[in-house]
């Protein structure tokens, strides 16, 4: 089999994906991709190599969010901002007068601070994609907002496709066939979960992408200059997002195991090197290492204080909460499927689970698997400091992406050990057929009906069913492509769809193909 042929052509598949994510998905609809995007404004057309998460947000963001329609969970904003629901039982008039007033948001406004209360809060997320992304908004600094947004999506979605290649060479040192590989790799290209948390403006896609690649560092021989790659890689992961501190227990076990010599140090050094000036301000600003608003909070916060907020938890119901959110959550709006489906998928992780108890000799099993527990420990955590902070015990699902390339090979590993020998080349190629599934699914049923207004919430509950047969969806295209780039007029969004859609069915066409042809060698 010549791998490359097969990855490229899934590497491709999954950009085609992440570009419709990318246009289809409404404006701000990524959790907290307004405040991430005013980040990047102050940076680029302000100077501020550092943002305070007190600034006011841009003029023209302010604005935006008060003719586009915001997401479920931006209800809180006062009128005139409408949620989805609101903004599609506005008469067409007004809806149109919205949409003509956005067009004409001026580029000036970006260096204008607004004057309500909205604040640039991820300012206290670590810099570096927002520092990546500044050179992108610059280029296009007298494109309008809609614009801007659209294309620092696209180049966020750039970035995280490198997590294809990363995936296949982390399950390679896994599998002994690359058809098993590569099949991982689509696996997480077909993951609907993945891209509607990831594709928006955000700091998201190049953790994950930097996480992934930490894996597979860790997984391959430490030589000399395997060691300064993972301290490096560590270092720019800590610049970009703080569940990269879950990290450092498994590296250091595996240094420790693994590399009994004084070049262990090099990854510490080189690490301390990059990030350490951020955690060290992190503490003199916020008292706390990860800077986190909830750590914030609670800075005097003892263990036994901690400890006794655990013991309070309901702990079946949060890791509930976080792994149904992993495997699909309605962007911001929290929009989810029905539950047999997310338990569908937990039968098949419980199987995968037993079954790696015999494949754990594996070193990179092992390895994969305490990046997977410790990152667990480290969501954990979190929803026990929500729990203080806000009497609510969760953690956004969406972080658990940067282990997907880990979590992917494992499952497979372990459904593989329980297959008949025949049956095992198919595990892989199956999931991604599942996956493929469940993400049409999740998109045409319940995500693109609810933007344009064919379903909405019930009261009290979640959104209602939506039915193809009777919804008049003769204008979905034209509420599509609402409040979006100029780019995006109806015909390319189709053209966009129909890549889409190809792609989705061209993974598991490409995953059973390669898993055919791999046996027949």
């Not at 498994?250 to 301390?272: D, E, G, K, S």
């Amino acid at each position: 089999m010549r791998a490359p042929r097969w990855l490229l052509a899934i590497w491709l598949c999954f950009l085609a994906r992440a570009f419709f994510y990318g246009a289809a998905l409404p404006l701000w609809e990524g959790y907290d991709e307004w405040s991430h995007f005013a980040v990047v404004q102050r940076m680029a057309f302000r100077g501020e190599p550092l943002v305070s998460r007190f600034s006011q947000i841009p003029r023209d963001v302010a604005a935006s969010l008060q003719l586009a329609p915001v997401s479920w969970e931006c209800r809180y904003l006062p009128p005139p901002s409408a949620t989805y629901d609101q903004f599609w039982r506005i008469p067409p008039a007004e809806r149109a007068r919205r949409e003509s007033e956005f067009r004409a948001i001026p580029s000036a406004w970006a260096l204008q601070d607004s004057t309500g209360n909205l604040k640039t809060y991820e300012g206290l997320q670590a810099p570096l994609a927002a520092w990546i992304m500044t050179p992108v908004l610059l280029a296009a600094r007298h494109a309008h907002l809609a614009t801007q947004i659209l294309l620092l999506r696209w180049f966020s979605m750039l970035i995280l496709s490198l997590v294809i290649p990363l995936t296949f060479l982390t399950a390679r040192s896994v599998f002994r066939h690359d058809a098993t590989a590569c099949a991982c790799a689509a696996i997480v290209a077909a993951m609907p979960g993945f891209l509607i948390g990831i594709a928006r403006v955000s700091n998201e896609s190049l953790a994950v992408v930097l996480f992934t690649l930490l894996l597979w560092l860790s997984v391959e021989p430490l030589t000399r200059l395997r060691l300064i790659a993972l301290g490096a890689v560590l270092g720019l992961g800590l610049l970009t997002k703080a569940y990269f501190l879950a990290a450092i227990p498994p590296v250091a076990l595996l240094l420790v195991l693994n590399c009994r010599r004084p070049r262990a140090l090099l990854v510490p050094l080189v690490t301390l090197a990059i990030a350490a000036w951020w955690y060290l301000r992190n503490l003199l600003t916020t008292g706390t290492l990860s800077g986190m608003w909830e750590s914030a909070v609670q800075p005097t916060a003892t263990l036994g204080a901690q400890l006794h907020q655990a013991t309070r938890v309901p702990w079946l119901v949060t890791i509930d909460s976080i792994l149904f959110s992993h495997l699909w959550l309605g962007a911001w709006s929290t929009l989810t499927v029905r539950s047999w489906m997310y338990h569908l998928f937990y039968l098949l992780i419980a199987l995968a689970m037993l079954g790696l108890a015999f494949r754990m000799s594996t070193s990179a099993i092992r390895i994969l698997a305490g990046f997977v527990l410790t990152f667990w420990l480290g969501q954990l955590y979190h929803a026990n400091l929500l729990s203080m902070v806000w009497g609510i015990a969760t953690s956004l699902g969406v972080y658990l992406n940067a282990v997907a390339a880990a979590e992917v090979t494992l499952c497979v590993a372990g459904l593989r050990a329980l297959s008949p020998r025949a049956a095992r080349r198919f595990v892989a190629p199956s999931g991604v057929a599942l996956f493929a599934l469940f993400d049409l699914y999740t998109l045409h049923m319940v995500a693109l009906p609810y933007y344009t207004g064919l379903i909405a919430h019930r009261p009290g509950g979640p959104v209602a069913n939506f039915h193809p047969a009777a919804a008049n969806s003769a204008d979905f295209l034209t509420r599509l492509a609402a409040f979006k780039a100029p780019l995006l007029s109806q015909p390319v969004l189709a053209v966009l769809w129909a890549f889409y859609a190809a792609a989705t069915l061209g993974l598991v066409a490409l995953s059973f193909a390669a898993a055919r042809r791999e046996s027949s060698h």
